[in-house]
């Protein structure tokens, strides 16, 4: 099977934004020695392709966390840099051929485009997945990307920042339909100074995050934030038992566990 190549588009001198076909959002920085891939998709998708058509210098894969839509691509690549938070089984999983097909086959954008589960292939690669700490730096000449540990959407989300386009690619962990539920996450009283960081960054820097419309707004930043403080304070103690909620109760609200709102202590 000819898989298509991802559609790209130029948002900063260097650097691209290449759309997993409404999956998710990659992001190609290109330096002048090395290149760093940020997020590689689920898979369905000649992604290495389109990456080789924008640059022949060395690429450097990395994810802003752990899950099948962020790490699902790695088979095209040698090697995946991951936040040591997310090298656990439970992300190992993710990256099997079984999970990523399923995932495609559920996801209602990436059938729209006549993308079916049958286009996940099997790893060109066996990746070495290469676990890395916060604030580990990236060289690629001209350019230098920061990981900033962000914990909250999983405990090894990270944002990579772009000093030198004043950009940060901020993965899931702040963004619509903020996912505080999943197996991996922190409790939402964790995630909100990582939130608190975007936020002061953003006065300074774009924002960009890993699906849908691709950059985030300061404003919204600060809606999104609103939610969790009043999550907060809405539940003042976690429960005995986990239940599923959502706040606010709209499309893009926060969705967290009962049982994990505040952090627990030592």
């Given amino acids: 099977m000819t898989l298509l190549q991802p559609p790209y588009r130029r948002i900063a001198d260097g650097v691209y934004l290449i759309n997993e076909f409404d999956g998710t959002n990659c992001y190609l ?13 689920t898979g369905f998708c000649d992604l290495r392709g389109t990456v080789e058509s924008l640059t022949n210098l060395p690429v450097t894969v990395a994810a802003t966390h752990g899950h099948v839509d962020h790490c699902g691509g790695a088979g095209q690549f040698e090697a995946l840099y991951l936040h040591q938070n997310d090298c656990t089984p439970l992300y190992r999983l993710q990256r099997t051929r079984p999970v990523r097909r399923l995932f ?8 729209a485009h006549g993308i079916t589960a049958a286009a996940v292939t099997k790893p060109r ?8 700490a916060d604030g580990f730096r990236f060289e690629l000449g001209g350019k230098t990307v920061t990981a900033h540990l962000t914990p909250g959407h999983t405990k090894g989300s990270v944002a990579f920042v772009d000093e030198a386009d004043r950009l ?3 993965g899931d962990n ?12 922190t409790s939402v009283e964790e995630w909100l ?31 999104v934030i609103s939610w969790g403080e009043a999550i907060l304070r809405r539940q003042p103690r976690n429960t005995l ?10 499309p893009d609200g926060i969705l967290y566990k009962t049982n994990t709102v505040h952090q627990k202590r030592k």
């Fill in 241 to 250: 038992l986990p239940r599923t909620k959502q706040y606010p109760p709209q």
């Fill in 193 to 223: 100074p990582s939130a608190r960081w975007l936020y002061a960054k953003s006065a300074d820097y774009r924002i960009f995050w890993g699906h849908r419309t691709p950059e985030l707004t300061r404003d919204y930043i600060h809606t």
């Fill in 29 to 41: 920085l290109i330096g002048s020695r090395k290149a760093l891939l940020i997020d590689c998709g």
């Fill in 104 to 111: 495609t086959a559920f996801n209602g954008a990436v059938k």
């Fill in 168 to 170: 940060i690619f901020s």
């Fill in 174 to 185: 702040v963004c619509d339909a903020l996912w505080l539920h999943l197996p991996g996450r």
């Fill in 125 to 132: 690669f066996h990746t070495k997945i290469v676990p890395f």
